[in-house]
């Protein structure tokens, strides 16, 4: 297991057009994150699942943005009718459980032209 | 609410010199986590180490060394001896220590570090 992958890891798209990333997790981590980061900033808490079930998700930024982990395993980000200012590296994460570290992924680069 | 600030953006030292990355932290909580991520040009973010509020002994891990101070909330990062491959961004981070938030990370702005030779 090499950890947490993320496809693409690039994704340049028009506005206006929906995009979909994926996040394969750790191996029998049962916890999920998305975050979001902006060009020089930290990364932005998105979403999370445990498991299949989705805990929190009132901090995707608008309802332009879903996620699903649809059997617990890997999950996908959407965007539909993106913006310029979707464009951001969107990281995704997993921990076995709510009380150990979680890891990261490289994440995907999205630049909305 | 829970903030994160790491005032200083960008330091610059030479190699073999100590550097202290600055992590100041505001939340309600009674008990929390307290996290540093390394994030090298790769863009992968790089976990370093977790510390639970009640635990305010300081760490040491090779090079690396953690101040935990409660009462100025402060959870500074010492790198003894910088090498080039020190060089990145380093975030300091939050999160409540309960079920439901655990992994919920509020990230400082980050630190950037240029270890030159």
């Known amino acids: 297991d090499t950890g947490v992958s993320q496809n693409p890891r690039h994704k340049i798209t028009k506005r206006g057009q929906n995009v979909t990333f994926r996040c394969d997790p750790i191996s029998e981590h049962n916890r999920l994150y998305w975050y979001r980061q902006t060009l020089g900033q930290g990364p932005e808490f998105l979403t999370y699942?445990?498991?299949?079930?989705?805990?929190?998700k009132s901090r995707l930024l608008s309802d332009r943005f879903s996620a699903e982990r649809p059997k617990g395993s890997f999950s996908t980000l959407e965007i539909q009718r993106t913006e310029q200012g979707d464009s951001a590296m969107y990281l995704c994460?997993?921990?076995?459980?709510?009380?150990?570290?979680?890891?990261f992924g490289q994440g995907t680069r999205l630049t909305v032209v | 609410a829970q903030k994160v600030t790491q005032a200083q953006t960008e330091i610059s030292v030479v190699e073999k010199e100590d550097v202290t990355l600055d992590c100041v932290y505001e939340t309600r909580d009674t008990t929390y986590y307290l996290f540093w991520y390394k994030q090298p040009p790769s863009g992968e973010l790089v976990f370093l180490i977790r510390?639970?509020?009640?635990?305010?002994q300081n760490e040491i891990s090779g090079r690396y060394s953690w101040n935990f101070q409660k009462s100025t909330s402060s959870f500074n990062f010492t790198i003894t001896a910088s090498q080039v491959v020190d060089s990145a961004v380093y975030f300091c981070?939050?999160?409540?220590?309960?079920?439901?938030?655990?992994?919920?990370?509020?990230f400082g702005g980050g630190t950037r570090l240029m270890v030159k030779p």
């Open positions: 981070a939050l999160s409540e220590a309960d079920y439901n938030a655990g992994n919920m990370l509020t």
């Open positions: 994460a997993s921990s076995f459980t709510e009380n150990t570290e979680a890891f």
């Open positions: 510390r639970n509020s009640f635990d305010e």
């Open positions: 699942f445990q498991n299949e079930a989705q805990l929190e």
